[in-house]
């Protein structure tokens, strides 16, 4: 299996900053994919950065700009800078990691969650 541990987030006013990571860890043979999702009240999930198998990232378009994702290929970790946050930004931000493990199997794999709250 593969474990997907988040921290940073929290509660910032507008126009501030805050930072997220991820830890992927387990029984990991390659990691083809990875990056954020957030989800509002309310609203469906939505991918907010990610870095693709061909070894791009793509940006939701309502974050480009203000979003930095980068990443430590050797320990497995993600990192989202978040700039000029505004308060639609708030929501719980996910870790997702598209993985194969040592078995061979390849599945989609989340984290638990991490709240970033934007006050206006």
């Known amino acids: 299996q593969v474990q997907l541990v988040e921290s940073g987030g929290g509660l910032v006013q507008a126009g501030g900053s805050l930072s997220v990571s991820c830890t992927a860890s387990g029984s990991i043979s390659s990691i083809d994919a990875m990056g954020w999702y957030r989800q509002a009240p309310g609203k469906p999930r939505e991918m907010v950065a990610s870095?693709?198998?061909?070894?791009?990232?793509n940006y939701a378009d309502s974050v480009k700009g203000r979003f930095t994702l980068s990443r430590d290929n050797a320990k497995n970790i993600i990192y989202l800078q978040m700039n000029s946050l505004q308060p639609e930004d708030t929501a719980v931000y996910y870790c997702n990691a598209f993985a194969r493990t040592w078995s061979g199997a390849q599945n989609n794999f989340w984290g638990q969650g991490t709240q970033v709250t934007v006050s206006s």
């Open positions: 870095f693709t198998r061909s070894g791009s990232t």
